[in-house]
């Protein structure tokens, strides 16, 4: 009997996975079509900058770092000479990353995006590979550690080290830096991590499951 840890990735596309895919990317979609609104002054307040559209922004940001610990595993990069398509996925989301770093270096050089959502999803799915094979347990831990991290961290007193520019992608200074995407490795990579470990202990149930076997028939679908 084969264990979460062990188990196949299914050869046939799981389109719930990708429902939920769609999903996030019109959540992000409209999310973004609100601060452009607000940003271009077309209505009477940035409703993404409120506390509900900062709320909202930090829920489709971690669903997007969940989906991308889950679609690891479906991918299992090493597996069946599955690198190829690992490696172009990476380098391709890098690239975009690179482009929207330098795009807002030009467009918003006082709050330019240095380490935004596609940064830490590239990054993320480089450290995220251990987690592939590791015990479930210790994966479940990683993920509650990297979480709590900010916490943490402000609990001990952040060294003032984890404040230099190059440092804050981590995440664990005290300084928010001003910028138009931050999505540190701390907490975000910990959603990452938790989408692994949540596939790796669900996915027999959910390919076996009636949800798991739904198949679009149609173009709609």
């Given at each position: 009997?084969?264990?979460?840890?062990?188990?196949?990735?299914?050869?046939?596309?799981?389109?719930?996975?990708?429902?939920?895919?769609?999903?996030?990317?019109?959540?992000?979609?409209?999310?973004?079509?609100?601060?452009?609104?607000?940003?271009?002054?077309?209505?009477?307040?940035?409703?993404?900058?409120?506390?509900?559209?900062?709320?909202?922004?930090?829920?489709?940001?971690?669903?997007?770092?969940?989906?991308?610990?889950?679609?690891?595993?479906?991918?299992?990069?090493?597996?069946?000479?599955?690198?190829?398509?690992?490696?172009?996925?990476?380098?391709?989301?890098?690239?975009?990353?690179?482009a929207i770093s330098l795009a807002t270096v030009f467009l918003?050089?006082?709050?330019?995006?240095?380490?935004?959502?596609?940064?830490?999803?590239?990054?993320?799915?480089?450290?995220?590979?251990?987690?592939?094979?590791?015990?479930?347990?210790?994966?479940?831990?990683?993920a509650a550690l990297v979480l709590a991290g900010p916490h943490?961290?402000?609990?001990?007193?952040?060294?003032?080290?984890?404040?230099?520019?190059?440092?804050?992608?981590?995440?664990?200074?005290?300084?928010?830096?001003?910028?138009?995407?931050?999505?540190?490795?701390?907490?975000?990579?910990?959603?990452?991590?938790?989408?692994?470990?949540?596939?790796?202990?669900?996915?027999?149930?959910?390919?076996?499951?009636?949800?798991?076997?739904?198949?679009?028939?149609?173009?709609?679908?």
């Amino acid at each position: 009997m084969h264990t979460p840890s062990s188990t196949p990735t299914p050869i046939r596309r799981l389109a719930v996975v990708d429902l939920a895919r769609g999903v996030a990317l019109l959540a992000m979609a409209f999310y973004h079509l609100t601060w452009d609104l607000g940003f271009l002054r077309l209505t009477p307040e940035n409703l993404a900058l409120t506390p509900v559209g900062r709320a909202a922004a930090h829920g489709i940001a971690g669903s997007f770092l969940v989906l991308v610990g889950i679609s690891l595993v479906l991918a299992r990069p090493g597996r069946a000479g599955r690198w190829r398509p690992y490696l172009l996925r990476l380098a391709r989301i890098a690239a975009a990353a690179g482009a929207i770093s330098l795009a807002t270096v030009f467009l918003f050089p006082d709050s330019w995006i240095f380490f935004g959502i596609l940064h830490c999803i590239a990054v993320a799915s480089v450290l995220a590979l251990p987690a592939l094979v590791a015990p479930l347990p210790l994966v479940g831990l990683a993920a509650a550690l990297v979480l709590a991290g900010p916490h943490l961290a402000a609990l001990a007193g952040s060294p003032a080290l984890l404040d230099a520019p190059g440092l804050l992608f981590l995440g664990l200074g005290a300084t928010v830096p001003t910028t138009n995407d931050y999505v540190p490795l701390f907490p975000w990579f910990g959603f990452v991590l938790a989408g692994v470990g949540l596939c790796r202990v669900a996915l027999p149930r959910l390919a076996a499951s009636a949800i798991g076997t739904i198949a679009p028939r149609d173009r709609a679908g």
